[in-house]
């Protein structure tokens, strides 16, 4: 492992769109930006305490939703920079909800014909993420499907300019 990498573990729901309440919940608006031919991303946040820019790479480990993950925090101008790039572009609206002591990223992705719900959860142990049990109604969880990976649902959501 590089010493610049973390090991990040999530897993992934889909959420049925008929059984999502987020009134009241803490959201962020994000737009990923995922550059062809690579595993790196970067990544505009804005929410209710201002914007925020990251590049990020993500490798996976191995099948159980273990990745290595390394973000470098960016300024606007390097952000800019890096909007040159040719890309996958996507956007979506992430809702929080507290879940004892972890906290469920739900992401709602929309476009002319299609809103899908994705809930993530992040792990600090691979022990607590095999004993988790989500406490959402869901459709299916997706971890290991790669059609559910950020680039495929970036494809499949893009935004269109």
């Known amino acids: 492992m590089s010493k610049y990498a973390l090991v990040e573990r999530e897993r992934k729901f889909v959420i049925p769109p008929d059984h999502v309440n987020i009134s009241g919940l803490p959201h962020k608006h994000i737009t990923d930006h995922y550059m062809l031919n690579t595993a790196i991303r970067f990544r505009l946040v804005t929410d209710d305490n201002g914007t925020t820019y990251k590049l990020t790479k993500k490798t996976p480990l191995n099948i159980t939703g273990e990745h290595l993950i390394t ?13 040159n790039s040719e890309c996958v ?7 929080l909800i507290a879940a004892g002591s972890l906290v469920i990223g739900l992401d709602r ?9 994705i809930a993530e959860i992040e792990f600090i142990t691979q022990e607590e993420m095999d004993n988790f049990q989500m406490p959402l109604i869901y459709l299916r969880e997706v971890t290991t499907n790669p059609e559910f ?13």
């Open 71 to 83: 973000t470098i925090y960016l300024d606007q101008e390097e952000y800019l920079q890096l909007n």
């Open 89 to 95: 572009v996507v956007e979506k609206i992430r809702y």
């Open 109 to 117: 992705y929309t476009n002319s014909s299609e809103e899908l719900w």
């Open 149 to 161: 990976n950020g680039f495929e649902l970036a494809k499949r959501f893009q935004k269109d300019y």
